[in-house]
């Protein structure tokens, strides 16, 4: 999958769900009800325990049916290690100039962080794909959409159930959300219900349509 594939996949599916923290054991079931409830693309976070670990059991659980990225991949290193991992799209809190030519290179999607025009610009102008406004606030991100309306923004912190939709009919091309989506709950009795609960009410907000997933072995 090249760059601009998974690009368009991220902005037809309009939110990026994100794993931060220690799901050891979790990543199959929260993959599977993400895809279920029509979550399209997942990024676990390098910060967290057995990352790369996760995006490879989310890519057996699922194929193809779901969207991989790396997220907080903050150098050249890192971003090597989870390409070579399998990670589809990259994603940092900030914007690192290797980062963005190691994956511009590899034509892969990464999406650098910025907040003011000019940080947002120079990611632009490095190549960046797409550009994640952290952290977002919903009245800062219209006041600076305006003037860089055509920067496809992935707003990211902030970023709620009940705001999501906001995001996007503000001009936002996709909204990536973590603890407001998923958190330790999913580790207790009944928590897996609850993701799937709260992300087909998110999907609906944001007008996606669930998956048929198929059982696998």
Do not use: W
Not at 66 to 71: K, M, S, V
């Amino acid at each position: 999958m090249d760059a601009q594939q998974a690009k368009s996949i991220i902005e037809a599916g309009r939110v990026i769900a994100i794993l931060r923290g220690d799901y050891s054991g979790y990543f199959r079931p929260i993959a599977r009800a993400l895809a279920e409830a029509g979550i399209r693309a997942v990024e676990v976070t390098l910060n967290s325990p057995g990352a790369l670990d996760g995006l490879h059991e989310m890519r057996d659980e699922l194929g193809d049916r779901f969207l991989l990225g790396a997220g907080t991949v903050l150098n050249k290193s890192q971003a090597l290690e989870a390409i070579a991992a399998g990670a589809q799209f990259i994603v940092a809190p900030n914007t690192n100039p290797r980062v963005v030519e190691i994956c511009v290179e590899r034509d892969i999607c990464v999406i650098p962080g910025a907040y003011t025009p000019t940080e947002i610009m120079n990611a632009v102008e490095l190549g960046a794909h797409l550009i994640k406004l952290f952290p977002a606030d919903l009245g800062y991100f219209k006041a600076v959409r305006a003037p860089l309306n055509h920067v496809p923004f992935v707003a990211t912190g902030g970023v709620s159930l009940d705001n999501a939709a906001e995001y996007i009919k503000a001009g936002a091309v996709a909204v990536g959300m973590g603890s407001q989506l998923i958190g330790e709950y999913v580790k207790q009795d009944g928590g897996l219900r609850t993701l799937g609960e709260r992300a087909r009410r998110l999907a609906q907000s944001l007008g996606l349509e669930p998956q048929s997933v198929r059982e696998t072995a």
